[in-house]
Structures are given as C-alpha cells and as structure tokens.
C-alpha cells in the first residue's frame, strides 16, 4: 500500500516559470518530510526537508509547502532552470529526524528552455 | 561523485540463485541505509545499520539479509531469488543515526532476475 503518492509521473514548464510538484501522503502520523532530486544514473540526491511544525520551508529557489489538514505537501521551483530537470521524489517519515522514510513514486520534471 | 560506492552497477542472474550486493560509505559516515526500487514504485525502505549494528527494519524479505563489518561498509545478500526481486537497490549512509537529511547516496545496482 503507497502510504505516499505522487499523482503526476511527468511535469513539463517554461524555463523562467515555476514549477509545482505535489505529494500527497495517507499517514497522518508522518512527521518530518524529505524530497529528493535523481538524475539518470545517478542515486537521490536531498534537496529540501520540512518538519509538521512547520508550514513552510524555503531553501533558495525551492520552497516546500506543507498542509497538515489535507495531508499534501508541494514543491516550489522558481524560476525553473534547465539543470532543474530531473526526477522528484517526495519522502515521509513517522518521526524526525528518522530512519525509515517512504517515498513516492517520482515526477518527472523537465524545464524548456 | 556522492562519495558512496556501489558495486557491482549491473547484475543478471537467473531465479533460485543468491547475489551480494555490497556497499562502501562516505568516509566517516556510520549509518548505511538499503532501498529497493522496482519498476514504477518508490523507494523502499529495506534496513538500516549503524556503526555495525541494525537500527532499523523495514519491507526486507526474509529471502534478504545485510550487514554492516567493522570497516563500515554493508553488504545485502539476496536468496532464492524470483523474477519480481528485479530491481534498483541503492544503499545510502550518512554520519549519525536519524541522518537521512544528511545521507547521500550510491548509484545503486541493478538487479535483473531472469
């Protein structure tokens, strides 16, 4: 059972605009989350975490939202780059800062330059 | 170049057979982490290790195994194997216990089963 889903496998923006990925989660217990960048042959690489404290976090171009009460978390690229393009995964965590994360399936984000 | 090593990247074998997968962390780093990716699915939580010892358990079949040596560096030994273990296995390792935020991680092996 995915306890974390990412619904849209492949994201495509203007270079310049933003760029939105979403993540839902199922687990109301989740408490600290993660998301990772991948490019092709490469393993994930951390990129942006936010704790249930927060509703917010930001972190230079990307900014990582959080809603509790609708159990989605999103994140914010702007302005998008090329170097941007990669494969986003969301992750989720009982307890921060955590051992054991579940991560999504991935979006696939590719910015147009 | 995260700094974690996997080897081998590649492996085919056919079903029934047993693979070890091994892992060399970050210098200085105690924690290694194990995920599997299958096609279409997220990561997987398999195990965790620290300084040697295992710290957390996730999905791992019973079929799989790892350890973490004295050196620091891990090794998961998959058994009997079935054509659905095909897979990504990345290994991941950071410095202190609760480090995923931390963890960097290898270029995983892939696993094919046939």
């Known amino acids: 059972d995915q306890q974390v889903k990412q619904n849209s496998p492949s994201l495509s923006v203007q270079e310049g605009r933003i760029s939105i990925l979403n993540c839902d989660y199922t687990n109301s217990m989740f408490d600290y989350f993660l998301w990772y960048k991948k490019y092709p042959a490469e393993g994930p690489t951390f990129l942006i975490s936010?704790?249930?404290?927060?509703d917010k976090n930001e972190d230079g171009r990307f900014t990582v939202f959080l809603n509790k009460s609708a159990k989605h978390l999103s994140l914010h690229i702007v302005p998008s780059q090329p170097g941007d393009s990669a494969v986003y995964f969301c992750?989720?965590?009982?307890?921060?800062?955590?051992?054991?994360?579940?991560f999504g399936t991935g979006t696939s984000l590719t910015v147009i330059p | 170049d995260s700094g974690v090593t996997q080897t081998p990247k590649h492996l085919i074998t056919a079903t029934g057979q047993r693979v070890t997968l091994r892992c060399s962390p970050r210098s200085g780093d105690l924690s290694v982490y194990w995920y599997q990716q299958s096609l279409d699915q997220g990561l997987q939580f398999l195990i965790q290790?620290?300084?040697?010892?295992?710290?957390a358990k996730g999905n791992i079949l019973e079929r799989f195994s790892a350890q973490q040596f004295p050196d620091l560096h891990s090794e998961l030994n998959l058994s009997s194997l079935e054509l659905g273990d095909s897979a990504l296995y990345f290994c991941?390792?950071?410095?202190?216990?609760?480090?995923?935020?931390?963890?960097?991680f290898g270029q995983g092996t892939r696993l094919t089963v046939v």
């Open positions: 991941a390792s950071s410095p202190r216990q609760g480090g995923m935020s931390e963890a960097f």
């Open positions: 936010i704790s249930s404290i927060k």
């Open positions: 992750a989720a965590s009982l307890y921060s800062p955590g051992n054991q994360f579940y």
């Open positions: 290790y620290y300084n040697g010892e295992e710290r």
